[in-house]
C-alpha cells in the first residue's frame, strides 16, 4: 500500500511541467508552437456545435502533446469547469500546475490509489461493483464523501459493467454509504465509421440502462457519452456533457469528420537546417542505405528524429506501403521528401536544386505560404492514425505556447 502523502512526492516529469518558456536564444532548434488562440476557437466551436451541452476537454496524453499544464490552464482560464484525463497521475499534474475546476478521471483507479482521489477531490470513474464497493470503503475511511460516475459498456467491450447488468450497479450505488454518483457515462466503439447504426445501437443501449432512474423516480445524473466523432456526427449523442479530445486540438479522428465539426490545428512542429552537403550521384544516404540519388543532390540535415516522435518510416525504406511515405517537410513555402530513414535524432531531405541555409526554418508540421503540412498528412505518410503522432511526439520537443495578445500583434507566429 502506498499512501498518499508518498504519492504526492512523485511529480510528473519536469519537463512535461514546464510552465516557462525556454529563452528563444537559447532554445532546441526543434519546437512545437502551440497556439492558445487557436485552441480557445475550437473550443467555442465546439460550445456552439454541442448547443446546451456541457463541454469537457479531454486533456489526458501531456493534453495530445499539447502540454497538460499550459493546455489545463489556458481552459480554466476560457470557463471551462471540468476536464478529463485517463490517469490520477495525469490529475495531480493538473493539480500542481494550480488547477482547481472538476477534473474526471476517466480510467478505473486501482485500490491503493483511491486516496490520491479523496485527497485531490478528483472525481473518480466506478466501472464495476467491486471498484464502487472499494471506493465506498475508502472514502468511508477517510472520512470524506467520494465523488464518481458510473461506467456503462454499451459495445466497446473495454472498462464498465455491461448496459444488461447495469441495473446491479446503480442499485449497489444507492446502497453506498459515502459515495456521490454525479454522472453515468458510456462511450462509442465505432462513432468514427461510415456506417452510424453500432454508434445510435450503443446509444439506445445507454439510454434504456439509464431508464432506471426514471422508473425508480429517481434523479439522473448526468450523462454523457460521445468524444470528436459522436460530438461532430451524432448530435443526439450530445446529452448532458461532451468529452472532446482531439477535436480541440483541430485534427480530425478521420476526414470525413472535419467538415461536420471544423476546428483548426493548435500545434505546428518546425525544425532548422543545421547541415547543407551535396550528394553526388551514386551516393546513398542513412542506415541501410535505403535511397541513392540517381543524380548529383543537395540535402539537408535536421536536428529532429523518431526519439521526437518523428517516426522511422517517414523516411524512404522498403517497409513502406504503396500510400505511405516518404514525408515531406516544407522549406522556404516549398515542400522537399526526407531521404533515407528518418535516425533516432536527425533526418536528412532532399532539396534537389533549392538553396537552403543554416539557421532557416524547416516546417514538420503546419503551414508556410500555401504550403500545409497536417498531423493527418504524417499519420498517412508513417502508416499510424493522428492520435498516435500527436502523443507521439515527445518531450524532448519543446512546447512554445503563443498568443496573439501576448505579441501585441494580430498573429501569433
Ligand atoms: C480519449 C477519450 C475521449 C476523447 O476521445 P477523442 O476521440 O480524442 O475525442 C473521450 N472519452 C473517453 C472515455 C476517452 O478515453
Known amino acids: 500500500?502506498?499512501?498518499?502523502?508518498?504519492?504526492?512526492?512523485?511529480?510528473?516529469?519536469?519537463?512535461?511541467?514546464?510552465?516557462?518558456?525556454?529563452?528563444?536564444?537559447?532554445?532546441?532548434?526543434?519546437w512545437c508552437d502551440i497556439d492558445l488562440d487557436a485552441l480557445d476557437r475550437n473550443l467555442a466551436a465546439i460550445r456552439r456545435h454541442v448547443a446546451g451541452a456541457e463541454v469537457v476537454p479531454v486533456v489526458k496524453a501531456n493534453a495530445y502533446g499539447h502540454g497538460i499544464a499550459r493546455i489545463g490552464l489556458a481552459l480554466q482560464a476560457a470557463g471551462v469547469s471540468c476536464v478529463s484525463v485517463a490517469y490520477v497521475e495525469e490529475a495531480l499534474a493538473l493539480r500542481s500546475a494550480g488547477l482547481t475546476i472538476d477534473i474526471h478521471v476517466l480510467g478505473g483507479a486501482v485500490e491503493r490509489q483511491i486516496p490520491l482521489f479523496l485527497a485531490h477531490d478528483l472525481i473518480l470513474t466506478a466501472p464495476s461493483i467491486d471498484k464502487l464497493r472499494q471506493i465506498d470503503d475508502a472514502a468511508v475511511a477517510a472520512g470524506t464523501t467520494a465523488r464518481a460516475h458510473l461506467k456503462i459498456d454499451t459495445g466497446?467491450?473495454?472498462?464498465?459493467?455491461?448496459?444488461?447488468?447495469?441495473?446491479?450497479?446503480?442499485a449497489e450505488s444507492l446502497r453506498c454509504r459515502s459515495v456521490r454518483v454525479e454522472g453515468v457515462f458510456s462511450h462509442f466503439a465505432n462513432a468514427d465509421s461510415g456506417d452510424l447504426s453500432d454508434a445510435r445501437r450503443q446509444l439506445d443501449y445507454f439510454s434504456e440502462a439509464l431508464s432506471f432512474y426514471e422508473r425508480h423516480s429517481l434523479p439522473t445524473p448526468v450523462r454523457h457519452m460521445a468524444a470528436s466523432a459522436a460530438i461532430a456526427r451524432l448530435p443526439e449523442a450530445h446529452l448532458d456533457r461532451v468529452r472532446p479530445g482531439i477535436v480541440l486540438y483541430g485534427v480530425a479522428p478521420k476526414p470525413e469528420i472535419a467538415a461536420a465539426l471544423p476546428t483548426e490545428p493548435v500545434l505546428s512542429w518546425h525544425s532548422e537546417v543545421v547541415y547543407f552537403k551535396v550528394v553526388p550521384r551514386g551516393a546513398s544516404v542513412g542506415y541501410g542505405s535505403t535511397w541513392t540519388?540517381?543524380?548529383?543532390?543537395?540535402?539537408?540535415?535536421?536536428?529532429?528524429?523518431?526519439?521526437?516522435?518523428?517516426a522511422r518510416s517517414l523516411g524512404t525504406g522498403p517497409q513502406q506501403g504503396p500510400a505511405?511515405?516518404?514525408?515531406?517537410?516544407?522549406?522556404?513555402g516549398a515542400p522537399h521528401p526526407v531521404v533515407g530513414h528518418v535516425c533516432m535524432d536527425q533526418t536528412m531531405v532532399n532539396i534537389g536544386d533549392g538553396s537552403a541555409y543554416?539557421?532557416?526554418?524547416?516546417?514538420?508540421?503546419?503551414?508556410?505560404?500555401?504550403?500545409?503540412?497536417?498531423i493527418t498528412d504524417l499519420a498517412d505518410w508513417c502508416g499510424r492514425s493522428p492520435y498516435e503522432v500527436l502523443t507521439g511526439i515527445s518531450l524532448r520537443v519543446p512546447r512554445?505556447?503563443?498568443?496573439?495578445?501576448?505579441?501585441g500583434c494580430g498573429s501569433a507566429r
Request: glycine letters at 8%; a negative charge.
Open 324 to 332: 505511405q511515405g516518404p514525408a515531406n517537410v516544407l522549406i522556404d
Open 1 to 30: 500500500m502506498t499512501d498518499a502523502s508518498q504519492m504526492r512526492l512523485r511529480e510528473p516529469d519536469a519537463s512535461e511541467m514546464r510552465l516557462r518558456e525556454p529563452d528563444a536564444s537559447e532554445m532546441r532548434p526543434t
Open 293 to 310: 540519388a540517381d543524380r548529383q543532390t543537395r540535402v539537408i540535415t535536421l536536428p529532429v528524429g523518431y526519439a521526437d516522435g518523428y
Open 156 to 170: 466497446m467491450e473495454r472498462i464498465g459493467v455491461h448496459h444488461y447488468n447495469a441495473e446491479g450497479l446503480f
Open 358 to 374: 543554416n539557421g532557416d526554418r524547416v516546417t514538420l508540421v503546419g503551414r508556410q505560404g500555401d504550403e500545409r503540412v497536417t
Open 400 to 407: 512554445v505556447y503563443r498568443r496573439a495578445e501576448a505579441l
